[in-house]
T-cell receptor
Framework: NAGVTQTPKFQVLKTGQSMTLQCAQDMNHEYMSWYRQDPGMGLRLIHYSVGAGITDQGEVPNGYNVSRSTTEDFPLRLLSAAPSQTSVYFC??????????????????FGPGTRLTVL | QQPVQSPQAVILREGEDAVINCSSSKALYSVHWYRQKHGEAPVFLMILLKGGEQKGHDKISASFNEKKQQSSLYLTASQLSYSGTYFCGTEKGNKLVFGAGTILRVKS
């Protein structure tokens, strides 16, 4: 298994450009999510999906769109890049979603990350 | 709302012990712990469930106090390989919300 893969590894954009960060997993996981990581702020959740066709907003969703047409893929779209979106982006997946206490969640497998710079 | 981690950073010598704390203002159902080495992705360490027992991972163990809404990660006889940033995560519905992280550096 390749696990969770992300492309590209590095990307430089100009303000106002749009682009899609790709994320794929081959473990048949239901739950997928996107985080951004900025110095001193930890990992902040952008969007997540509990299954194909179902997505929801995380803590910092503004400026980003997602879709989940297949179990394997969960692309993140930047609509109009801004310098504030300069960050490292991580995609993660887990076998099941978080259940708020009934089953206690599941191991999150993270992809290698995409380092994005917006000029 | 992010869980709060303390300390922000700690420097140890090999063989010393360390404790990293994670607290939340909201009721906790579970606490997740991850470690991230520089330039790499976060890697799962353990999950502690409400009403569950203390769980261990080699010489790294953790506890979960539901009443105090706190979890602590215990690193015993630290090794150079323990260096990295440790994150705790708490569940908010179907969202996993992480703290800002604790930087741990182990020196020889």
């Amino acid at each position: 298994n390749a696990g969770v893969t992300q492309t590209p590894k590095f990307q430089v954009l100009k303000t106002g450009q749009s682009m899609t960060l790709q994320c794929a997993q081959d473990m048949n996981h239901e739950y997928m999510s996107w985080y951004r990581q900025d110095p001193g702020m930890g990992l902040r959740l952008i969007h997540y999906s509990v299954g194909a066709g179902i997505t929801d907003q995380g803590e910092v969703p503004n400026g980003y769109n997602v879709s989940r047409s297949t179990t394997e893929d969960f692309p993140l779209r930047l609509l109009s890049a801004a310098p504030s979106q300069t960050s490292v982006y991580f995609c993660a997946s887990s076998r099941t979603g978080l259940a708020g206490g009934t089953s206690g969640g599941d191991t999150q497998y993270f992809g290698p990350g995409t380092r994005l710079t917006v000029l | 709302q992010q869980p709060v981690q303390s300390p922000q950073a700690v420097i140890l010598r090999e063989g010393e012990d360390a404790v990293i704390n994670c607290s939340s203002s909201k009721a906790l159902y579970s606490v997740h712990w991850y470690r991230q080495k520089h330039g790499e992705a976060p890697v799962f360490l353990m999950i502690l469930l409400k009403g569950g027992e203390q769980k261990g991972h080699d010489k790294i163990s953790a506890s979960f106090n539901e009443k105090k809404q706190q979890s602590s990660l215990y690193l015993t006889a630290s090794q150079l390989s323990y260096s990295g940033t440790y994150f705790c995560g708490t569940e908010k519905g179907n969202k996993l919300v992480f703290g800002a992280g604790t930087i741990l550096r182990v020196k020889s």
